[in-house]
């Protein structure tokens, strides 16, 4: 039954399977290949130069081998037994099973009734696969991805402003020539190690700018004259961008030249900033008016048009996963746009897309309105080219779905989907207000889980399949920079684990749907490529075969748009620099749209008079199924913790090393108190990847930014106490474990 070919026991060129990043490594199975030429694990990782890490790697690079063969890797399905437990099954059984619940919940609910969540991790092939599957044989319009979570703030500002999102529009490596990188709510010295390097030539100028309530690594690295750190009150980014361009407009700062020629909106612009002088806005954001008059000199004295070498404006997650992020980022833009930085050798915007796959997977379809290509759902002229690919008639592609926090909400309730599969993505530790999550998963008809280990939501499932994971397959990812690269096989899948691609073809052939669904990811990316053809993410000029010439040629991966050229004319090179001539929106200019300033959706008020904001350690990925299994990760980091400021523990009664428990809205968390400087006194910080009793995405909002539906994970409203340490402690935590335990349920070795 397996699709899966014998990988060679020879070192394999491939890619780290956590961050967008996607440092180069090399595989080496350690062991002696076996009589039938097969990879046995272990397999060693040793970095290669790829122009994101240049050599380098994290120590989540340097251990993710070890994934590869932990103690409970997924080897076989499982299903939900009378007793309650999961019990081994053939994939015969478990597919005939998840078939006829499938069948069932259609036929009482309807088509919308089952429905899919995927992940930004997942490759360009079965990101695809999982969109068309969705259209074509379930149906149903409910696909959604957590890249919701992650990126859609940004993809919607860039869409709005630009007329495509493509997260970096330039090679990463151009970051070293600049005067300036201004970096907002981004803490890469943590969460993507090796890029670091990339800021040295700004750093050496004295030029790095970070913005972050928290004195974060990143922000450690403008000290000493090599930058500053702006340390707003948390949710208040969007004050310090309109102070900034407040400052530029009013010194006669801004581009006018470039504004002219490349951009519409400008005036209505100027007028929104009007009222944001900079001591107004300290009074908000909490950052001196002069701070911020210094700041917005020194960045327009780095733009082209002054002389400068150049300047970057980036964001991360730390502004984008806000009610107000897609304003936010659009603010962000209107900063650099109105310092004519973006579409320019040397300058630009970007946003610093998270996860593996995270811009790959924003492409080809399995966003709730989106087809392939970049494509928008609801226009007539995409879905008659993607129907034609696929082979279905354009009438029966569903229009839009709900986005990922609505779908999630939506579970098992009258008019909800009643059947989840879930591709990827750990919902039940990652998606916010998590408890109520853990309700509506609950109350499921089906629950159907692939992964590659039992996560939290895996062990939540009537079903789970046990899929391959990076080095056990082939495929592609997309960089943050946009650069197509290929992932390649340098071990065999253990047990019975089979590709999503297979298992998706399974499935539409159970279902007696008569589309196509290769199970090569070679003719998989040929079919996208020609799905995307035309469209704003153009793959249409790409193949792994082209990937792997020009790969060997010293081209390591190609940028889209690359759009296919007709026969006899030389390939299309690809694109490492959009936006040079116009931008790709109707009339080729950036539209600059006016934003003001909402704040949190849930705010500090006397019950919960403490921000918290959240984010991430170097050493765990995401809600940490991957990372808390490998020893010497989980050594370092083992369990959640709370940062405070000494003044906030003090007035709390929280010492450094005790248990504080953290109250929002939506319930209590309990950790570690850490004391720490770094943080500001009115707020506090939690890593989110953990389960349990200090799973911090328990008491996150869940309102979400009404045009990207992203949600608000950074900032809330809480309030801190120390945790009694008497016996009514101890009930309190045994409380949360028989309840952790009865939803986890055992799973067989
Ligand atoms: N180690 C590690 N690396 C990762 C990941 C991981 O889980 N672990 N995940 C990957 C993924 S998917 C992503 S999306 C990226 C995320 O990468 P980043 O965006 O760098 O990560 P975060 O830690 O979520 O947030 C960055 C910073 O935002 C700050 N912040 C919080 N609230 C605010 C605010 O109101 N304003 C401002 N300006 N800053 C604020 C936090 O203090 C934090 O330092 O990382 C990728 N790399
Ligand atoms: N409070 C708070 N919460 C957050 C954030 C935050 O900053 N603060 N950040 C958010 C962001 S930016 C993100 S991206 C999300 C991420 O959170 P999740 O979506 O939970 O991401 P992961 O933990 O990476 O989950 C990926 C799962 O897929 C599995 N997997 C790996 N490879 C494959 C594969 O090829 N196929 C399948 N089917 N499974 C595979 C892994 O084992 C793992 O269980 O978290 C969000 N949650
Ligand atoms: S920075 Fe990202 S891609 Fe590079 S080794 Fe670390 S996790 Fe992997
Ligand atoms: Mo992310």
Redesign the pocket.
Known sequence: MSTTVAAPAAPQKTHC?YCALQCGMELTPAGTPGPDGRAPLPVTVAPRDFPTNAGGLCQKGWTSATVLGVPDRLTTPLVRGADGGLTAVTWDAALDLVVSRVRAVQAEHGRHGVAIFG????TNE?AYALGKFARTVLRTPNIDY??R??MSSAAAAGNRAFGADRGLPFPLTDLGGADVVLLLGSNPAETMPPFVQHLAGARGRGGLMVVDPRRSATARLADDGQGVHLQPVPGTDMVVLLALLHVVVAEGLADRDYLAARTTGWDDVVRSVAAWWPERAETVCGIPAEELRATARRLAAAAPARGGRGAYVLTG?GVE?SAQGTATVTAAINLSLALGLVGREGSGYGCLT??GN?QGGREHGQKNDQLPGYRKIDDPAARAHVAGVWGVDPATIPGPGLPAVALLGSLGTPGGPHALFV?????L????NADRVRERLAALELLVV????P?ETARMADVVLP????AEEEGTMTSLEGRVIRRRQAVDPPGEARS?LWLLAELARRLGSDVAFPTDPAVVFDELARASAGGVADYSGLSHARLDVAEEAGAPGLFWPCPAEPPGEPAHPGTPRMFLEEFATPDGRARMVPVDHAGPTDDVRDDAPTYLV???VLQH??????TRRVPELDRIVPEPYVELHPQLGLRTGVADGARVRVTSARGAVEAVARWTDTVRPDTVFMP?HWSGAGS??RI?SDAVDPISSMPE??VCAVSVAPVPQMADDVGAHDAHDAHDAHDAQEVPA
């Open positions: 399977p992940g930004g991790g997942l079965k957590n890249g979570f992650c997650r996963q998270g996860q995270g591709h990827g993505s750990n919902v530790v990652s998606a916010p692939c992964d590659v280990v996560s899929v391959t994971q990076w999503e959240t984010g991430r990925y995401q809600s940490g199924a991957q989110f911090v995405n996150t994970f950074k």
